[in-house]
């Protein structure tokens, strides 16, 4: 009896300590074993590095190999089918980007260790049903159909696709928050401030980018540049994952993963006005006194095309391109841009004018004299109609720099016309007169 009795309480003591060290049976909720992050990389070095990049990170413990750490990133472009191709389709605005997934470790040596650039993680503060849909949604997105996007500089890039996937997950709250909130700011105004250290880009881009990045825009837009959506989330709140009702900050947790020893971004643009004017006199005082001399010395008339030449190209072909960009591409950023008021197409003829003028040609003088005095005056209405409303592009250095020159060499053109042929140079009438004696003894000769 005892026996029994004492292997019955045996028994029950096995059940029990079998019971408290059982693992649980409940299955983990699908994306619970997820961490998901913003990664935000800082300006480079190159032109299209200056306005910094991000990825969406993501370290799955469910899974191995390629896919336990990746980060989703919506800024690749290739060469494979040649720098022909990729310059004619970027040049047109049909330029597709696409999204790749890439080592998230190997990523972040690589803006680290290579190019010195910053990185900063922010983890976000998802349910484990966001965490799982969102891996869903990169799977998904991760695929030869759906990749492909066309990038757009300021609606529609690297930044703008990892905001609004983050949105999603936060049902609308980052948009809500920033869509009607001013930024004080424009497309232009960030542009104008990230590259001005990049003087050809920044003159470049001052005059092919028009009206449409003048308008102001809010947060929301704001984020096509990665830093502001990194500094953007910081203030989003969400409901708690936990699901006890209250809200909570989405960014759970924010790294400094590497800062640069490079220059910090400048908060503001430049004040270049100034400088642009005095380039602009300056240079068209060096016409004005070259041009001066042309109907009298040889050397002004060889100096004088000598230096007006690369500023008739420039502004030549410059013109065209403005024209072209506005017309005939998908670039909507080119359109309506008052610069073809101050870079005129009017400009292509004088480059082959202009010379021979200045070498003695009056039969085209007239005609040189009245396009150059055309292009100034298109150049004065332009600033005329920067007093209405509807002109608001901020172009002033581009009219700083251009109309100085354009005014000095429609004045040269119309004094040229006031005054007399250039005299013949002495070493080829010197010439021609050995010539003519040539000549005439070879008749006496051809005679006897």
């Not at 003695?360 to 332009?382: D, E, H, K, N, Y």
Request: proline share 6%; glycine share 6%; charged share 20%.
């Amino acid at each position: 009896m005892k026996s029994a009795l004492l292997a019955s309480m045996l028994w029950v003591l096995q059940c029990v300590a079998v019971a408290q060290t059982s693992p649980s049976t409940a299955p983990a909720a699908p994306g619970s074993e997820m961490r998901v992050f913003v990664l935000t990389m800082g300006p480079g070095d190159e032109a299209y590095e200056k306005f910094g990049h991000n990825a969406i990170r993501v370290i799955d413990d469910s899974e191995t190999g390629d896919y336990h750490d990746v980060a989703y990133n919506w800024g690749t472009f290739d060469f494979d089918s040649g720098f022909i191709h990729f310059a004619v389709v970027f040049v047109q605005g049909k330029l597709l980007y696409s999204m790749e997934p890439q080592k998230g470790a190997e990523t972040i040596d690589y803006y680290t260790k290579e190019l010195n650039r910053s990185v900063y993680q922010q983890e976000l503060n998802l349910s484990p049903a966001q965490k799982a849909l969102l891996r869903e949604e990169l799977r998904w997105t991760n695929t030869k159909a759906h990749r492909y996007y066309r990038y757009d500089y300021y609606r529609d890039n690297c930044s703008t696709r990892v905001r609004d996937v983050v949105n999603g997950l936060t049902g609308g709250r980052l948009r809500d928050m920033t869509e009607n909130a001013p930024s004080n700011t424009s497309f232009r105004w960030h542009t104008r401030r990230l590259i001005a250290q990049a003087v050809w880009l920044y003159v470049a881009l001052q005059g092919v980018l028009g009206e449409p990045v003048d308008q102001p825009i809010s947060r929301w837009d704001e984020m096509f540049l990665p830093m502001a959506l990194h500094d953007q989330l910081k203030y989003v709140m969400v409901p708690d994952p936990d699901g006890s009702g209250k809200l909570v900050p989405l960014v759970k947790e924010e790294q400094i993963l590497y800062l640069s020893n490079r220059p910090a971004s400048p908060t503001r643009p430049p004040t270049v006005v100034p400088w642009f004017g005095l380039a602009g006199i300056v240079y068209a005082a060096v016409l004005l006194a070259l041009g001066h001399f042309v109907r009298r010395k040889r050397w002004a008339r060889l100096s004088f095309v000598v230096v007006v030449m690369p500023w008739l190209l420039l502004i030549g072909l410059g013109s065209s391109v403005l024209v072209w960009a506005w017309c005939f591409t998908d670039h909507v950023v080119a359109r309506h841009n008052e610069n073809v008021l101050q870079v005129s197409p009017l400009m292509l003829p004088i480059i082959v004018l202009l010379p021979m003028v200045i070498f003695g040609s009056r039969r085209v003088l007239q005609a040189t004299r009245w396009i150059t005095a055309t292009i100034v005056g298109l150049a004065t209405i332009g600033i005329l109609l920067k007093l209405t409303p509807l002109f608001y592009q901020m172009n002033w250095d581009i009219i700083a720099l251009t109309f100085p020159i354009d005014l000095a060499i429609a004045f040269i053109a119309w004094k040229l016309a006031e005054l007399p042929p250039p005299a013949p140079d002495k070493r080829a009438a010197r010439r021609r007169g050995f010539e003519t004696k040539g000549r005439a003894a070879k008749g006496k000769a051809g005679n006897s």
